[in-house]
């Protein structure tokens, strides 16, 4: 069964960071590209962010280019989201997806 856990989500000031990690299981982690998703309240699925199944290319959408940086390791089967300089407007339900799954995502609140 493939199983994707979020974890590290939170309540963070404008400015401030937060590292994201996805815990992948029930398939073959170092073969698949892996995406993070947000949801924010009222809206639909953005797709963030994308990198590869060895993790030599990333792709952003624009509004976090600069700010959030995707990673893998794939020895421990581990995504991750570092997120810098947030905004209100990242507050959002963050959730990764791959292999065709998601995960149940990870609340994300930048407010002051």
């Known amino acids: 069964e493939v199983q994707l856990v979020e974890s590290g989500g939170g309540l963070v000031q404008p400015g401030g960071s937060l590292r994201l990690s996805c815990a992948a299981s029930?398939?073959?982690?170092?073969?698949?590209?892996m995406n993070w998703l947000r949801q924010a309240p009222g809206k639909g699925l953005e797709w963030v962010s994308t990198?590869?199944?060895?993790?030599?290319?990333?792709d952003y959408v624009d509004s976090v280019k600069g700010r959030f940086t995707i990673s893998r390791d794939n020895a421990k089967n581990t995504l991750y989201l570092q997120m810098t300089s947030l905004k209100p407007r990242d507050t959002a339900v963050y959730i990764c997806?791959?292999?065709?799954?998601r995960g149940q995502g990870t609340q994300v609140t930048v407010s002051s």
């Open positions: 990198i590869t199944a060895v993790g030599r290319s990333t």
């Open positions: 997806q791959g292999s065709s799954s």
């Open positions: 029930g398939f073959t982690f170092n073969v698949y590209p």
